[in-house]
């Protein structure tokens, strides 16, 4: 579809096209006629001054005139001109025998158009007395132009007119293009404050603009306001449905423990072991279908990220995490470097660092419980804040790195866990505006690094850096 620019020259220039034709149409009628009215008045002016040089001698006519003389009174040097002087009676007194009379019975002067010796003509016929001895008659004068000068003059003004015309038009287009450029102003405002805002930034449009933008403007803010309720009402759903799902399995998982210690009969026993091992299973899994709905990056608020420091953010979680992980016969190390500060919620934060652990701690074996390290890093990369979760267990496959970070995705289907740690992970990265990355070899273990974007201003504690 074309652009809005694009229309606005066309509706303009179109009928600027138009009005300029028809400009020079009507021009080119009333140049004509007015030139060739003036060109016919100094044609029979000329006519009429033959008169003057036509006097009698002993009875005859003599005319004190002669063709150059002639030439110089219509057209001025820029034609030619033809003449005919006959008495009354049809005898020749000078001038060409062939040029044509006026049509027959055409009022004197008389103008006509005709052709003569190869040329286009305009002429003049008239009559006038003139005495000779002792009898009267008349004298019939005729004057004819060549055209090329009346045309020339009329082409001069056309081109000139035509000239005028364009040098009007293209300066017409220029003011239109300043003019739709200005005018458009407001919306490559919007435009340039929509491309600057973060994925997560849902709030209204607060830009003045003129009364024909605002009714774009409360669409785009109604817009972004039924996105942010939907997002809202998503969230408050998947925690409402988390919520209540939690007591239930709790308790279900609490009743099948109960039950198992007072059972004596060890075919009864193992199915309610089983049920305390699914129902454990549940409660995680709905606790981090609980954290996974409150991490979504859409409703994070980058106007209100604080300074956080990376390196206390991951030994409280480390911190944390720390017995739970000896339990299971696993080592947990904390490399520590200069890595400065990131603009983020130092909750998710933690949250992202805790389901890292977590991840390399349940999957790094594969579907064998994994006894080695895990090393947690906090460093810089090119500048840029940085921190990475180690492990060396089975691996992952290249195939399968890419989509680590779906939802109830595990690449080993076989070891515990929701499918969930990844994608939270995921969602805290992305609000904070942090790339994630993914290395492994597969024997090798896994490496998961968050590069977060480096600050832009060190002194404005309330804006995040885009990612």
């Known amino acids: 579809m074309s652009s809005i620019r694009a229309r606005l020259l066309l509706w303009i220039g179109l009928p600027f096209s138009l009005v300029g034709i028809l400009t020079l149409i009507s021009s080119q009628v009333v140049l004509s006629r007015q030139i060739n009215e003036t060109f016919d008045a100094m044609l029979l002016n000329a006519a009429e001054r033959v008169e003057r040089r036509i006097h009698s001698v002993d009875g005859e006519l003599r005319i004190n005139m002669h063709y150059f003389s002639i030439s110089t009174l219509g057209s001025r040097g820029e034609g030619k001109i033809f003449y005919r002087i006959r008495d009354d009676a049809g005898n020749m007194l000078a001038g060409f025998e062939g040029l044509e009379g006026p049509p027959s019975g055409a009022a004197t002067p008389a103008f006509y158009d005709t052709y003569y010796a190869g040329n286009e003509l305009r002429a003049v016929a008239t009559s006038f007395p003139v005495v000779r001895a002792t009898r009267s008659g008349h004298i019939e004068v005729i004057v004819a132009e060549s055209t090329e000068a009346r045309d020339g003059l009329i082409n001069d003004f056309l081109l000139t007119l035509s000239g005028l015309t364009a040098v009007g038009g293209l300066l017409a287009v220029s003011i239109a293009l300043l003019a739709i450029h200005q005018g458009l102003a407001p919306l490559r405002a919007i435009s340039r404050g929509l491309r600057q805002r973060s994925p997560n930034d849902l709030e209204p449009i607060a830009t003045q603009v ?80 609980l954290t996974l709905a409150k991490t979504r990056h859409e409703l994070v608020d980058t106007q ?142 896994l490496t998961v690094s968050v590069v977060f974007a480096p600050r832009r201003d060190a002194d404005a504690p309330g804006r995040s850096a885009a990612g």
């Open 304 to 445: 209100a990220l604080v300074p956080v420091a990376l390196g206390e953010v991951c030994r409280e979680a480390c911190a944390e995490a720390a017995a739970r992980i000896y339990q299971r016969g696993q080592e947990l190390e904390l490399i520590e470097q200069q890595a400065g500060e990131v603009l983020g919620d130092p909750v998710r934060l933690r949250w992202l660092m805790q389901n890292l652990i977590e991840n390399a701690s349940q999957h790094a074996g594969g579907e064998t419980p994994y006894r080695g390290p895990i090393r947690v890093r906090v460093f810089q990369r090119e500048g840029a804040p940085a921190l990475s979760v180690a492990d060396d267990g089975v691996g992952v496959a290249a195939d399968d790195l890419a989509r680590l970070t779906e939802r109830f995705y595990r690449a080993s289907p076989a070891t515990p866990g929701s499918g969930l740690g990844l994608a939270i992970v995921d969602e805290v990265a992305r609000a904070h505006g942090a790339r994630l990355d993914f290395a492994s070899t597969p024997g090798q273990g």
């Open 210 to 289: 003129p009364r024909e933008v605002t009714t774009l403007v409360a669409s785009i803010n109604g817009l972004m306001a039924r996105m942010r309720q939907g997002i809202r009402n998503t969230q408050q759903f998947n925690a409402d449905v988390s919520h209540q799902l939690r007591t239930p399995v709790s308790e279900i998982r609490a009743l099948a423990e109960l039950t198992a210690r007072r059972c004596a009969d060890p075919a009864l026993r193992r199915p309610l072991e089983e049920i305390e091992r699914i129902a454990e299973q549940a409660g995680y899994t709905v606790q981090q279908l």
